[in-house]
């Protein structure tokens, strides 16, 4: 495992537990030896769910699952069932008996119909998950469950980590309610807009009717984990998965017009954005955490294109790495991402420090200041391409010699 | 200046003359000490041209100056003027008035008007050309021009070089005449498919109608320039022109049902797909030249957008820089690329041996086997999709610690 990152939270928060929530975790030596590698979370009949997943076309068998039994269910969930160590992705028809298999388990171990038992799994591609250790590992499992203490979330989020350094975990109260919405995540490589290989299980105590919480989570992931960025790649296995109880206010929000629906939206947003920067702060080899914000574009979407051919440029991350105020590799990430910029009209700034406006650098620009900005853990780039109203930030991390070390060591 | 390059040529080829063309260099001392940084080429007159730009938005003032002198002019062209070290990109009306200031500076040195007068710069942008620099270089400049020898060529490959490690150059015979085709290119970084911080100069002395030249190029540039990438980046630079003198042939190319036209731009053809791999055998940290080949698709254009995603992919190019056949991301980086695939179709080859067919590992594969290949220095990579007819290849390499040094380190 590598060394904790330099961007890592000083620990991991302490969680509320979620009415109507268990949770386990087991060790059953999948590809890890010696550390818990499933994970198990039992809710509340009538629990219901909202997902989203990647938009690979090679998607894994546990992700052709999810949707499978999302689309076709009557929107209630009873499980999710988490292995780290082995992505179950690119294993064919073996793929989907392990996947079933597993459904069919944890079913059987909590009396619970397979349809109702979501799944995930992440780590290598291309090899079959073992079955002895499934039908070993997950009765064992089951066994656990235990109520989601501050504990338990700690060895939960734990459970699921491959390449992470640190655990990652979020809570929220819903303001003027006593619900709480609280999630884990793991990610650190092969991270994208499209949510990459990073997962995150999120379960709030208020009772939410099915399409309020995919709206509510689709709108979410939006302006979290579909703006943040490691390395450009995009996982086969990215799953975000919502469930609500109902166990603590069983006064079901029914419409995004329920005078609650802003307060829980308010919450979801902040615990998903504080997970997905939690993932960016583990971005393989991160030692900056970068915050991209790009405005004056044709759209918001025009903006985010832009944002992210920045954050995605392999000579912007370098320059940042070396802490080097070379902004030339910002207009030329400008210049490559194919959207409307004016480059007579362009502004940039380092941090607080202006580089450049109307096209060109700007008087009593100091260099200084602006390496001085660098050299912090915490960076921002600001742009404004000068062509129209449109605007938006995403996140990302530096690109540095830990990168490579950890992607040409990962698998052998 | 980095180490040569692993891949790199044993040597630079003796390029022949082309008749009606003269070369210099000169040493101005604009950005590097000690060694040559302009490159100048006069061509007789009634020389035809043909160019392709980068695409960029944000594009430099000599990219400006250029379009804008091919679209307006006659298709005829005298001279190309090329500073190393400065990109004169990002500069605002300065970097306009340092490219009209150039051509007009060698346009009185030689009696040329400026509007026949091509530019390319390279090199750090955001910074003003040195007036200074250009009023004494480039009127030393314009007295140094000498017949095109072998020599000269090898000096004026040297004088483009920014960050490559080794020069550029390939010719070719236009089988069946006399003529022959000359070309110089540099660039090592910034290289993705719309030609990234790349300059190729080239030459021919058959006579060719402006209209057929671009014809050709633009054929060529497709197949060639357009199908390499070494770090996804393009840059605000991007320059191919082609110049043909028509001072071995005059007997003008008019059209492309004129017999010799097959014979031209395979010999095109040949030189700047040359070219184009040497670039990518200097791409920055380079330790492989890898191909990538992708069959299947429902297009040929769906193939290439699926090579570039496996050719642009971190985690593809760290596995092969540790000739590890993690072909999982291979997987991964189908799945990203958007175009139709059919994963329970996937076949996958590392060199000869194959790795998967029908979505799943292939019965008897040898990770030793490809091993194996990967601890060579030229890679390849097949993959069958599925789905129909495409197919394409792109020319990429691995990505290393090299790459990190070089780009976190080359301005400073």
């Known amino acids: 495992?590598?060394?904790?990152?330099?961007?890592?939270?000083?620990?991991?928060?302490?969680?509320?537990?979620?009415a109507g929530l268990r949770l386990a975790t087991h060790a059953a030596g999948i590809r890890y030896?010696?550390?818990?590698?499933?994970f198990l979370a039992e809710?509340?009949?009538?629990?219901?769910?909202?997902?989203?997943?990647?938009?690979?076309?090679?998607?894994?068998?546990?992700?052709?699952?999810?949707?499978?039994?999302?689309?076709?269910?009557d929107g209630t969930a009873r499980a999710i069932v988490c292995n780290s160590g082995n992505a179950n992705a690119f294993t064919g028809r073996?793929?989907?008996?392990?996947?079933?298999?597993?459904?069919?388990?944890?079913?059987?171990?909590?009396?619970?119909?397979?349809?109702?038992?979501?799944l995930a799994s992440t780590g290598v591609i291309g090899e079959t998950l073992p079955e002895p250790a499934l039908r070993d590992g997950l009765p064992a499992l089951a066994e656990k469950l235990a109520v989601?203490?501050?504990?338990?979330?700690?060895?939960?989020?734990?459970?699921?980590?491959?390449?992470?350094?640190?655990s990652k975990g979020a809570a929220a109260r819903v303001e003027g309610t006593a619900a709480h919405i609280v999630?884990?995540?793991?990610?650190?490589?092969?991270i994208a807009p499209d949510m990459a290989t990073m997962l995150a299980f999120v379960f709030t105590d208020l009772a939410v009717a099915p399409a309020v919480l995919q709206t509510a989570l689709s709108a979410s992931v939006a302006s979290s984990f579909n703006r943040i960025?490691?390395?450009?790649?995009?996982?086969?296995?990215?799953?975000?998965?919502?469930?609500?109880?109902?166990?603590?206010i069983d006064d079901e929000l029914t419409g995004v017009d329920d005078e609650r629906f802003g307060a829980f939206q308010a919450a979801l947003d902040t615990v998903l954005l504080d997970l997905a920067h939690q993932i960016v702060r583990d971005g393989e080899g991160a030692s900056k955490?970068?915050?991209?914000?790009?405005?004056?574009?044709?759209?918001?979407?025009?903006?985010?294109?832009?944002?992210?051919?920045?954050?995605?440029?392999?000579?912007?991350?370098?320059?940042?790495?070396?802490?080097?105020?070379?902004?030339?590799?910002?207009?030329?990430?400008?210049?490559?991402?194919?959207?409307?910029?004016?480059?007579?009209?362009?502004?940039?700034?380092?941090?607080?420090?202006?580089?450049?406006?109307e096209g060109v650098q700007v008087e009593g620009y100091s260099e200084e200041r602006a390496t001085e900005h660098l050299q912090g853990d915490e960076v921002t780039i600001t742009v404004d391409v000068g062509v129209g109203d449109g605007a938006a930030s995403i996140w990302t991390c530096d690109l540095t010699h830990g990168y490579i070390d950890i992607n040409a060591g990962y698998r052998s």
Request: aromatic share 6%; proline share 5%.
């Open 289 to 357: 955490f970068v915050e991209v914000r790009v405005s004056g574009a044709e759209s918001d979407a025009a903006a985010e294109i832009i944002a992210f051919a920045i954050g995605n440029s392999p000579l912007v991350k370098t320059a940042l790495a070396a802490e080097d105020a070379n902004w030339g590799r910002i207009v030329m990430a400008v210049g490559k991402a194919g959207q409307a910029a004016d480059r007579d009209a362009l502004a940039i700034w380092i941090g607080p420090e202006q580089v450049a406006a």
């Open 148 to 166: 989601s203490s501050a504990e338990a979330w700690t060895d939960a989020a734990g459970a699921i980590r491959t390449t992470d350094t640190f």
């Open 43 to 73: 809710m509340a009949e009538g629990t219901t769910v909202a997902g989203t997943f990647t938009r690979s076309l090679c998607p894994s068998a546990p992700v052709d699952w999810c949707r499978r039994i999302l689309a076709e269910g």
């Open 33 to 38: 030896a010696k550390r818990a590698d499933l």
């Open 229 to 248: 960025t490691v390395d450009s790649d995009t996982s086969t296995s990215d799953t975000v998965l919502l469930f609500a109880t109902g166990e603590q």
């Open 183 to 190: 999630g884990i995540a793991k990610g650190s490589g092969m």
């Open 94 to 118: 073996a793929g989907d008996t392990a996947a079933a298999l597993t459904a069919e388990l944890i079913g059987e171990s909590l009396g619970i119909e397979p349809h109702r038992i979501y």
């Open 1 to 18: 495992m590598s060394d904790l990152s330099p961007l890592a939270p000083s620990s991991f928060p302490e969680l509320p537990p979620v």
